[in-house]
């Protein structure tokens, strides 16, 4: 069988029916090139936020069963629109459901986790010479019932059968023409980036960086497909997520992300008994409460003070948590800090380079930028800082570790 | 098992979310009576026009599987937004599409027949004290893609549901509260009829008025399911479609239909030679050129004429058909007249009464108006008159009938 490629379009590529037309083009060009192409559809422009808002509309907490049901369409619209597109312009197509395609999934409605995928039914599908259009976003459960892969689905939906199908390529296609080393918004001499490990993307995706999700890098991590993130509307190639090699090494800082929606937390006095700070975060971790960027200190007193960041999103239910907790086991005060942000250099290079945290605290003291708390890892710093001077620190650290050049 | 109902719920009551809920209350209002309830939902609103009107802008002759998926979506919204408002009022609901119910069909798409439809799904779904909402007007076909069931498709749904649940009831709730003597927009006095055998029905069905399709009445009849049609903004009765009785019996006119939309075709000095009417109708055939009220008189030069007619939209098709087989035979002059309609007078009366015809034929001449052409079965006399006189004959029979009484 020739080589098999995945190209995904997400939902601003296949907005109306003139942007469909234009992604069916570029799918046939492909096709004339040799490929056998499987292409993966998100639902069109704001489908999908438009029946989420009626399914609010009608309830405050909606069956689960019902919504993927109802979020579901927005792909299926989406897939058929495009096959009728590519049938048009004269080639042959098929556009298939996550059930059709055979994505069986395990898990609760909204975010199921994929369990299988069969290959059988696309590739009879391409062997009949056929484009074969896939529904991003959904598969199908135990009962039969469709079922949704959560935020960054469809991309899942992509590296997956990118993996399954043993394709030489999975092409992510978006309104951006690649990755860069940091926001452009920010930072105008920002960079688009020719190449980037598994392992740098999936620390940006967990700073919340405008990327890939986790999950998505992860699956093609593990079967080694290249990811090309690209721009639907250019033929310029964007950026290449791959496995790292030694050129990737020689580059200290491949990007610098930053994350807004951080509340900085402490709690103070706490009692030095052992198990205390263990009950807490226990009781935020049943609660599905991120934390991030731990720090314990102890504080003149003999008592502890513990730091930590969690995402503006979770603070009411966290504040509800410690509330809960007080009546049990004596915590000490909670305050909290919401004019804070997280700035984070990423590199597979700082593994065999030494200086670069020095390096990154340096550029933040010259610019007078206080840090707050500070986590690493392997091929990660981040440093959490006065939310108002952010844009400044990101510039000069973009500038300091040369990445305008 | 308690008794079971189908309700079916037209695209114009659940078009936004506030229908939705109203659709909800009454549904549950009904399962409070000690009914097992299935409802069967078209899709809200617009969506279908929008969606195919997208399919259109896409491609002149867009790929019907495709189509048929992307059409299958709106009933999809609507069954699973009444789903998740009848469970937000606390009752228990499940919505199935047409291939989880089991629906299969044969057929091409876009226009695809009920093979067979399972119970078993739905009634375990029910035996568990759900209301089970069904996707109206898409069933399966033997390859598991989507199709759907034509113009009316999803009170075809809703009666051959009602046919296998045996259920005791088959509701078509709709946005006007029952069927009557005829069109209220032409005939201020019209009356609604409160209840109309099922043949009446089938020959307004097939004079075009704006009742349910014919193939939906005919499911119904052969499994003798008693059909309300009636309002989902009101609670009073709307007319009952069942089994002709004594009673009705007594009445000889049921009801007016009219058709503006047809046009008759004259063939002058056709050849009076063996088979060459049947050439011509033979051609119409093959082409699913649905013809009516034909009419053949011999001329005085020997030569027949023959008038029928044929709904407007079929005029050019059918222009084409006959320049074709003007290249083979001799088929004469052919001359249409577009300014046409036909006026129909429906009741199962008739078969017991004499003089009807006579007496609809005097309404119209007491009117100054002029009979083209005639056609009659056992309980309908159909004729077709000039357009611009069709409003003072509809008035003229319907009040020469008595219905305004």
């Not at 029946?51 to 919504?67: C, G, Q, V, Y």
């Not at 966290?318 to 700035?343: C, F, M, R, S, W």
């Not at 708390?373 to 040369?402: M, P, Y």
């Amino acid at each position: 069988m020739e080589k098999i490629v995945v190209m995904k379009f997400g939902g601003t590529s296949v907005g109306n029916v003139e942007k469909i037309k234009k992604v069916a083009s570029r799918v046939i060009e492909k096709k004339h090139l040799g490929y056998n192409v499987v292409v993966v559809v998100s639902a069109p422009g704001d489908t999908t936020d438009d029946l989420i808002e009626k399914a609010f509309l009608i309830s405050k907490n909606p069956d689960t069963r019902e919504l993927d049901r109802l979020l579901s369409t927005g792909e299926q619209i989406s897939i058929s629109l495009l096959s009728m597109a590519i049938k048009e312009m004269g080639e042959k197509a098929i556009s298939l459901t996550g059930a059709q395609v055979g994505i069986r999934t395990i898990g609760s409605h909204t975010k199921a986790k994929i369990k299988d995928i069969s290959s059988e039914k696309i590739v009879k599908e391409l062997n009949l010479g056929n484009i074969v259009i896939v529904a991003g976003f959904q598969g199908v459960d135990e009962k039969d019932d469709v079922t949704t892969l959560g935020r960054g689905g469809s991309d899942l939906t992509a590296t997956a059968l990118a993996s399954v199908l043993k394709a030489s390529e999975c092409e992510i296609y978006t309104d951006v023409d690649g990755i860069y080393t940091t926001d452009p918004r920010l930072v105008k001499s920002a960079k688009k980036i020719n190449k980037i490990s598994y392992d740098e993307i999936l620390e940006m995706a967990s700073l919340g960086s405008q990327v890939m999700q986790a999950r998505s890098i992860e699956v093609a991590k593990k079967n080694n497909i290249v990811i090309h993130v690209r721009s639907t509307f250019s033929k310029e190639n964007g950026t290449f997520i791959l496995e790292e090699d030694k050129e990737m090494e020689n580059v200290l800082v491949s990007g610098v992300a930053f994350d807004k929606n951080q509340v900085k937390v402490s709690i103070f006095d706490l009692i030095d008994e052992p198990g205390v700070a263990a009950k807490i975060f226990e009781a935020l971790a049943s609660n599905d409460i991120n934390i991030d960027m731990i720090v314990q200190s102890t504080a003149n007193n003999g008592k502890n003070n513990i730091s930590f960041t969690i995402d503006k999103t979770e603070l009411n239910n966290l504040l509800n948590i410690i509330d809960k907790l007080k009546t049990k086991i004596n915590i000490g005060t909670l305050k909290y800090d919401e004019n804070v942000a997280k700035v984070s250099i990423i590199g597979v290079g700082m593994r065999s380079h030494t200086g670069v945290a020095s390096k990154m605290f340096k550029i933040l003291a010259d610019n007078s930028i206080n840090i707050h708390l500070i986590s690493t890892s392997e091929i990660r710093i981040s440093c959490v800082i006065d939310k108002d001077k952010l844009d400044i620190a990101v510039n000069a650290i973009h500038q300091g570790f040369n990445l305008d050049k």
